[in-house]
């Protein structure tokens, strides 16, 4: 019998891959004002997530993914926003890097949720709910 619970793991990869991606959106507005600083993202989970349990994805043309044909990335990307490239350089728009982080924050409870879920349905299994 395994003593691994993919959902838990699962649960654990989203909440730090959140983390991840909220760190990089806190550059990213920290950093509004940088001339020539270009807004950062990570790609999403399920395509880390599956790169990472050994299940390949296999990208359909050039720039799927984020990366050539045939493979998934897993590296920061450059983050495609609404707005445009300022004068400057600069390609951060708050406004886009806000909504992002509102969507970061679902996904991170999402996580908690789940993981806090699990362990109550394993407690209830045991006996030990109370």
């Known amino acids: 019998m395994s003593n691994d619970l993919t959902i838990l793991q699962m649960a654990s990869g989203l909440a ?29 989970f399920g395509a880390t ?15 799927h993914f984020g990366s050539t044909p045939g493979q998934a990335s897993t590296r920061t990307t450059e983050s495609a926003t609404f707005g445009t490239m300022s004068p400057n350089g600069n390609n951060v728009a708050i406004e886009d890097q806000m909504m992002r982080a509102a969507a970061i924050r679902q996904d991170h409870e999402l996580a908690l949720g789940v993981w806090s879920k699990s362990l109550d349905m394993l407690r209830t299994a045991i006996g030990k709910r109370g």
């Open 49 to 63: 997530w599956a790169q990472g349990q050994g299940v390949q994805l296999t990208a359909s043309r050039a720039g």
């Open 16 to 44: 730090q891959h959140s983390g991840a991606r909220l760190s990089l959106i806190s550059q990213n507005i920290a950093n509004a004002d940088t001339p020539g600083y270009i807004a950062r993202d990570l790609p999403d």
